[in-house]
């Protein structure tokens, strides 16, 4: 069964620190991972998307890394900011047989940076 | 990239009645889906809305209960009918230019059955 497990469930952190958030995952066929982030009452949007190939995906502050071996994933926030906390969700698709692709998402680590 | 409108964006529902969620993409889409997310809980796919034909309906979740339309490209309405405060959730469109490409969201909608 294709599984995402992320964690902390939950970070507290000050301003201007650094976090690094954690994804394990159990998908088959592996196709691609994408970091997600979502703010309160709003839609996940995409961060980063990492295929097999690719070990290591920066965007801005965010950089994201995957051991395709060990079917690890992580987030790491430099400097964070108070508008970076938001539920970060860790998502993976498998390729089906036929073409189409599934994803499964994990169940988002929560991140509240205090001033 | 693709601009998803969704509404309402809330809504407190008697339970027993029913809601239908609206969802509209600035451009043509393949493909869109209907996510729903528990508090707490990771997104959970409800189905595959399907442009001119009946929607792909996961495990779990079947037509009577969450009728899907979608009458074109970029357009899809998703309804929770006869709903109970198990219904309670937040509900979240979604749609992809292509297969493998990144999924955009709605806003979701904030649904409480009383």
């Known amino acids: 069964k294709n599984q995402v497990e992320q964690s902390p469930q939950s970070l507290i952190i000050l301003e201007g620190k650094n976090c690094t958030l954690q994804?394990?995952?159990?998908?088959?066929?592996?196709?691609?991972l994408r970091w997600y982030k979502q703010d309160t009452g709003r839609g996940p949007v995409s961060l980063t998307i990492m295929t097999f190939s690719e070990n290591t995906k920066s965007n801005g502050r965010y950089t994201a890394t995957l051991d395709a071996d060990t079917k690890q994933s992580s987030l790491h926030i430099t400097a964070s900011q108070l508008s970076d906390s938001a539920s970060y969700i860790c998502v993976v698709s498998a390729k089906k047989p036929g073409g189409s692709y599934i994803p499964t998402f994990g169940r988002g680590t929560s991140l509240i940076v205090h001033p | 990239s693709a601009v998803i409108s969704q509404k309402p964006s809330r809504d407190i529902c008697q339970r027993g009645t029913s809601l239908t969620i609206q969802c509209q993409v600035d451009s043509q889409v393949t493909m869109m889906f209907w996510y729903r997310q528990q508090p707490g809980q990771s997104l959970t796919l409800i189905a595959t809305a399907n442009q001119g034909s009946e929607a792909t309906y996961e495990s779990g979740f079947v037509i009577d209960k969450f009728p899907i339309s979608r009458p074109n490209l970029t357009f899809s309405t998703l309804t929770v009918s006869n709903m109970s405060p198990e219904d309670s959730s937040i509900y979240l469109c979604?749609?992809?230019?292509?297969?493998?490409?990144?999924?955009?969201f709605g806003q979701g909608t904030r649904l409480t059955v009383v």
């Open positions: 994804c394990n995952y159990t998908v088959s066929p592996f196709s691609n």
């Open positions: 979604s749609a992809r230019l292509g297969m493998n490409t990144e999924a955009f």
